[in-house]
């Protein structure tokens, strides 16, 4: 059968989106092959058959299905026999306060730090409509993220730190194995450290030895930021 997902893509090649990373790991989770079609911001067009705007969008088989919770929940529904995306229900529950978290919290921190650099790296014809979309929702110019990045970068280390804590103390946020919950925060890091023109994280951090667990876990320890 075929599976293809629509990825946001820079336009260096580089698949920068949090929430379609966390879709590409929730496939490598449930053994699910697929391909990928890069997209642009401005592609609307292509999308249309999924009813909306935005990236992730899955055709699997005859299914098309956006929106990466969406998209979780149909991978668990569609193929029970794989790998559980969420364990019990009560860690499906649980794994919704991370999802919160990294939207209200995680995202916006990351936002700031990243936000003109993304810009920078899109294709000249996303250009425009990011920079009228971002501005519009962060309320500021993007050239003022530059001048405040140090005071964004303290911000995003306040609300790393039980990130931190925690997988110091823990191989994965789900325990002795990632699950939803890991690909959730993985999609935001990977986000962030894809796109920021400055290090996120300095070698030994935690969070950079979770990270390649993550990938290790899906034996995706090699692939290119485009995979
Ligand atoms: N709630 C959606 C959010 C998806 C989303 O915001 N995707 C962004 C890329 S990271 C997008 O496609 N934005 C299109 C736009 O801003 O026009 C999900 O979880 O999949």
Redesign the pocket.
Known sequence: MNRTLYD?TAADGTR?????W??KLALAHKNLAYETIP?H??E?EALAASGQ????VLLDGANIV??????ADYLERTYPNEASLFGEPPARALSMFVKQWA?MSLHPALAQVVVADIHRRLHPKDQE??RL??EAMLGRRLEEFDATRHLALERLDLVLRPLRKLLTDQAFLAGEAPNWADHIVFGALQ?GRLMSSTPLFQPGDALLGWMERVLGTYGLEGATPAA
């Open positions: 946001l920068f989106s949090p929430y379609c966390r879709v997209w911001f401005t609307k705007g935005k990236v992730p956006s929106d990466s919770q969406i998209i939207e409509y990011f979309t971002r986000w």
